[in-house]
C-alpha cells in the first residue's frame, strides 16, 4: 500500500483502507488494521527521527477522558475496536466511569464516535 507513495501520504492511510485494501475484516479483527496503521506511523516518525528530521515528526494528540481510571480517548478507541459497543461493556473493558462517573457522558459521546467512525453504527 504505501510503495510509491510520499511518506506523508503514507503517514495518512486509515485502519478504513487497509481494510478494504485486504478485502473487508470481521467486526472482532478490526482492531488488527489499526495496529498496522500505528506500526506504519511509528515507522515513519522513526525515520524522521534517525534522519535528523525531527521536525516532520507527528505527534500523536492523547486527551485523558477519565481522570479517577486515567483512560484515554485512545483507550476508549481500542476498547470499541475490541468489541465494547455498550457504556456498560466500555466499563468493563477500561474501567472508565467506575468512580465518581463525571466522565460518563464524554465516554458515551467518545464510544458512539468511533462506532460510527470504525463500523458505521
Ligand atoms: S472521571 Fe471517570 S470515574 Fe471519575
Excluded: W
Amino acid at each position: 500500500m504505501v510503495k510509491g507513495r510520499t511518506l506523508d501520504a503514507a503517514f495518512h492511510i486509515s485502519p478504513k483502507e487497509v481494510a478494504l485494501e485486504l478485502g473487508g475484516l470481521p467486526d472482532h479483527k478490526i482492531h488488527c488494521s489499526v495496529l498496522g496503521d500505528k506500526a506504519l506511523r511509528a515507522a515513519i516518525n522513526n525515520y524522521y527521527t534517525r534522519n535528523g528530521q525531527e521536525d516532520k515528526v507527528k505527534q500523536e494528540q492523547v486527551k485523558v477522558i477519565c481522570q479517577c481510571m486515567n483512560i484515554t480517548d485512545h483507550d476508549i478507541e481500542d476498547a470499541v475496536l475490541e468489541g465494547a459497543r455498550t457504556y456498560f461493556e466500555l466499563q468493563e473493558r477500561t474501567k472508565c466511569g467506575t468512580v465518581c462517573g463525571q466522565c460518563k457522558d464524554e465516554s458515551e459521546a467518545l464510544l458512539e464516535k468511533y462506532k460510527h467512525i470504525h463500523f458505521g453504527a
